[in-house]
């Protein structure tokens, strides 16, 4: 029996004149995404992508879970490929969701015909596959509610298609349609879903990651960068800079007030990343932070931080408390990576007492004791890049 992959469209589907170059991307992505599972032909009708497998060894199971990480894609279906004829639909639908069925205490079967030549209406499919499968498997009884097994056949322009429901998939809009830009990656809970979430906007995202040793270890680098393989699982491609950040760190901590010095750090890491941004053809940048839930995230803070910025500082957590975004670290797999015991150079270096409302001329004031623009021009030449590929 051969089967395919049904990618379905999410928001794309709402694109009006530029639809088609939202499509090649999308084709294009998931082209390269299923190429480590074998050989595959990729192709688009009625807001649908066929993954179509053109070897016997291609692994289809690899490709449908690939494909579900794909930006773009709501939903997926791994299905049969049926002839366009009631009696086989039926046939295709008893033996292929045979185990399902068999499993099963009640069943529903819903029946979608996009090719509107075919003779029967989807509820007259349903209601003629449901029959079947019921003379089949005398033990169930269909529910329309809560089924234990849900069975939908497909009637589109090339051919039908039996499949168990649609499965959810990544959502969002393709890679890279929406443009570039750097995330401030860190090792905490916040900043991977932050980078997570602009990407899944359709941003080509790249990561800044700021060390400090010897008061940050090669584990916080090696935390960092298992943060960005995770990333890369969505994204396809993850470029991760590691900024060398010390003398930066340690020449502000012993020059300036200390209760300024978290604000004062947040400042020259958006001068280093703006650095290699435009470096890297970066529109944007993109932090972890959530108003409120830190001292340095306080509107004033904010407000002094945005004011070394010349390009967007995009904050997708903003509105967000720490139980939403723990969540999600969860359904991507970043929380367990990021809540290991290894400091990041945003926590090694932390005032006793940070001031909660700085004012810009306070900021200032406490930047023209220890002028940092040649150590952060040096660090933003001086970082070390890692690509990490969802595939490594």
């Not at 170059?21 to 009625?46: C, H, M, N, P, W």
Request: aromatic share 8%; hydrophobic share 45%; glycine share 6%.
């Amino acid at each position: 029996m051969k089967e395919i992959i049904l990618a379905k469209y999410g928001e794309l589907a709402l694109k009006g004149l530029n639809k088609s170059d939202f499509e090649t991307r999308l084709i294009s992505t998931i082209k390269k995404r299923v190429s480590s599972a074998g050989d595959f032909r990729v192709y688009k009708a009625q807001s649908t992508v066929y993954i179509e497998p053109e070897d016997p060894d291609a692994d289809i199971g690899k490709a449908l879970e690939l494909v579900g990480r794909v930006f773009g894609i709501a939903a997926v279906n791994r299905a049969a490929i049926a002839q366009k004829d009631a009696g086989a639909m039926a046939e295709t639908a008893c033996s292929y969701l045979a185990g399902e069925l068999k499993a099963a205490d009640t069943f529903k079967v819903s029946g979608k015909r996009s090719d509107k030549a075919f003779e029967l209406t989807s509820m007259e499919l349903a209601a003629h596959v449901g029959k079947v499968i019921l003379s089949r498997y005398p033990h169930l009884s269909a529910s329309m509610k809560n089924p234990g097994c849900e069975v939908v056949v497909e009637v589109r322009d090339y051919a039908a298609y039996v499949h168990g429901g649609n499965e959810h998939a990544a959502g969002g809009m393709p890679t890279g349609t929406s443009g570039r830009a750097a995330a401030l990656l860190s090792g905490g809970i916040d900043s991977p879903v932050a980078a997570y979430m602009m990407a899944k906007r359709g941003l080509d995202v790249v990561g800044i990651h700021f060390a400090s040793p010897p008061y940050t270890s090669e584990f916080a680098l090696d935390k960092a960068v298992q943060l960005a393989q995770k990333l890369s699982l969505f994204t396809g491609v993850f470029p991760l800079f590691c900024v060398p950040f010390t003398d930066i760190q340690v020449g502000i901590w012993n020059s300036c007030p200390k209760a300024l010095f978290t604000v004062l750090m947040r400042r020259s890491m958006i001068r280093v990343a703006q650095m290699i941004a435009r470096r890297e053809r970066c529109g944007a940048l993109i932090t972890g932070e959530s108003l409120a839930q830190v001292a340095s995230q306080t509107l004033s803070a904010i407000h002094c931080t945005d004011e070394a910025a010349s390009i967007p500082v995009l904050r997708p957590l903003i509105g967000m408390d720490k139980t939403e975004i723990t969540a999600l670290a969860r359904q991507i797999d970043t929380y367990e990576i990021s809540i290991l015991p290894y400091d990041d150079c945003c926590t090694v270096f932390t005032p006793k007492r940070p001031k909660t409302r700085p004012k810009l001329d306070d900021i200032f004031a406490a930047e023209s004791l220890f002028d940092c623009s040649a150590l952060e021009e040096e660090a933003a030449r001086n970082a070390s890049v890692r690509v990490l590929h969802f595939d490594n």
